[in-house]
């Protein structure tokens, strides 16, 4: 069965240092990849999202980056925090569009 | 362009009463809906999802949702309600390669 991992599940960052949060799926193969953003009680904002390796979407143009470097591993990047990077980052994969998606179990950013 | 309105925010109900969540929707064609649900500090979970079909569908924990194409409307229901219900819920429809997410209905149950 498939399977997303996401790590890791808490992270406290100072302001200028650098982010990487990795997300990877087990059990299936080329598929779509997404990074979500949840800020305090709100919905779910679409960062990124990728359909193969090495291909990229960007939906929020701002400080973070997205790469997948393998068919099953996605991370999220900055070089940079800022405070307003606070929040909980979700990674989600689907096999393809018109299917449900799979979540990660989120990671807490606070960045102080 | 496709946008996903649940217009409750937070919704109260009593343990044991029934529920109904409200998620209406704008999309062109023939909509892939889904119910999501997400308890504190935890990643979201699929509770059902609408194709085609039979308008009523139903989903995991004992809940239901019923397409309404006339009312563009994807409604979430239970007909009694558990305390371990207590979570945010989030509706969506399929657009292309993304998801266009609801902004959530927060779920409080009284005892």
């Known amino acids: 069965s498939q399977t997303i991992h996401q790590w890791p599940a808490t992270l406290v960052q100072p302001v200028g240092s650098p982010l990487s949060l990795e997300c990877t799926v087990e059990?299936?193969?080329?598929?779509?990849l997404y990074w979500y953003r949840q800020a305090a009680g709100r919905g779910l904002q679409l960062l990124f999202y990728?359909?193969?390796?090495?291909?990229i979407s960007s939906e929020v143009p701002q400080n973070l980056s997205a790469s997948r470097p393998q068919d099953r591993q996605f991370i999220l990047s900055s070089k940079k925090l800022l405070l307003s990077d606070s929040g909980f980052y979700l990674c989600?994969?689907?096999?393809?569009?018109?299917?449900?998606?799979?979540f990660g179990q989120g990671t807490r950013l606070t960045v102080v | 362009a496709q946008s996903v309105t649940q217009p409750d925010i937070h919704i109260t109900v009593s343990e044991g009463a029934s529920l109904e969540l409200r998620c209406n929707y704008s999309?062109?064609?023939?909509?892939?809906l889904f119910w999501y649900v997400q308890s504190p500090g935890q990643g979201l979970q699929l509770l059902l999802k609408?194709?085609?079909?039979d308008t009523l569908v139903q989903g995991i924990k004992g809940f239901e949702a019923e397409f309404k194409r006339s009312q563009s409307s994807f409604n979430l229901r239970k007909p009694s309600v558990h305390w371990s219900d207590a979570a945010e819920y989030f509706c969506?429809?399929?657009?292309?390669?993304?998801?266009?997410w609801g902004a959530g209905t927060k779920l409080i149950i009284k005892p």
């Open positions: 989600a994969w689907r096999v393809d569009m018109n299917t449900e998606a799979f």
């Open positions: 999309y062109g064609a023939t909509p892939y």
């Open positions: 609408y194709f085609s079909g």
């Open positions: 969506a429809v399929d657009s292309n390669y993304q998801l266009i």
């Open positions: 990728s359909v193969g390796i090495g291909q």
């Open positions: 059990g299936t193969s080329n598929p779509n």
